[in-house]
């Protein structure tokens, strides 16, 4: 059996086994396919993968073109430039990192009217000053209640990269947080949907707290190259 089928198969053998544990539903698994080459990509789809997260717009560009209409569903998780918003709008269907109004304002204002709304999660920065990248959890609510207002976007939900930590309490404890903070957005009467938590070393920690959707790289692809 080829590796990446084979690691795809255990990365869904630990989230429905960590799922099965939390009697919680399984989240779906985004394969993160950031400094892996396009063949990567085209085993993980022939093994039955349906989306790919990239970082880097140009990287990415360059392989949603080789794969064409017959391509995957794209996501965009890695931090967000201005001038890097028309391209996301155009070739993205989820965009898992915004986190100021103005970048959220631009993909509205470049999504295509032919395409459905942009799919958005806000990033929340969690661990303080651990990530530079993230709302701060105070001005979260009112960057979510502008973000909802925008007419090509559809707000889903959250997404946090917290700092590592080494044992399975110690890495609950902010995707918690991530999870109190969307239920309450929701309370507040914005409807979300979407957590977007947990990679390669912390899966099991994340659908523990109620991950919808788990971002996983290294553990079905291998090391990458470096960016
Ligand atoms: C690289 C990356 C991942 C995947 O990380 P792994 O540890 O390789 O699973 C997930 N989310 C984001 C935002 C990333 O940049």
């Known amino acids: ?107 509205s204002a470049a999504r295509p009217s032919h395409l459905p709304p942009l799919q958005v999660c806000l990033q929340v920065n969690i661990s303080g000053e651990a990530s530079k990248s993230g709302v701060a959890p105070a001005d979260l609510r009112a960057l979510a209640e502008s973000v909802s207002q925008l007419p090509r976007i559809k707000l889903r939900g959250l997404m946090a990269i917290p700092a590592p930590a080494a044992d399975p309490v110690a890495q609950r404890q902010p995707f918690r947080v991530l999870r109190e903070l969307l239920e309450q957005l929701i309370a507040q009467g914005i409807p979300l949907d979407t957590l977007s938590m947990g990679m390669s070393e912390d899966l099991e920690a994340a659908v523990a707290e109620g991950a919808t959707i788990v971002r996983v790289g290294t553990a079905i692809f291998g090391q990458r190259v470096a960016k």
């Open 1 to 107: 059996m080829n590796t990446i089928l084979r690691k795809l198969q255990e990365v869904r053998d630990r989230v429905a086994q960590a799922a099965r544990q939390a009697g919680r539903e399984a989240p779906a698994i985004l394969a993160v396919s950031k400094g892996q080459p396009v063949e990567a990509i085209r085993e993980a789809m022939a093994a039955g993968q349906g989306s790919f997260g990239e970082n880097y717009v140009q990287e990415a560009s360059e392989k949603i073109a080789a794969l064409g209409p017959a391509g995957p569903e794209w996501h965009f998780i890695g931090p967000i430039q201005s001038n890097k918003t028309t391209a996301i709008a155009e070739h993205f269907a989820w965009v898992h990192s915004v986190d100021r109004l103005k970048i959220a304002e631009r993909l």
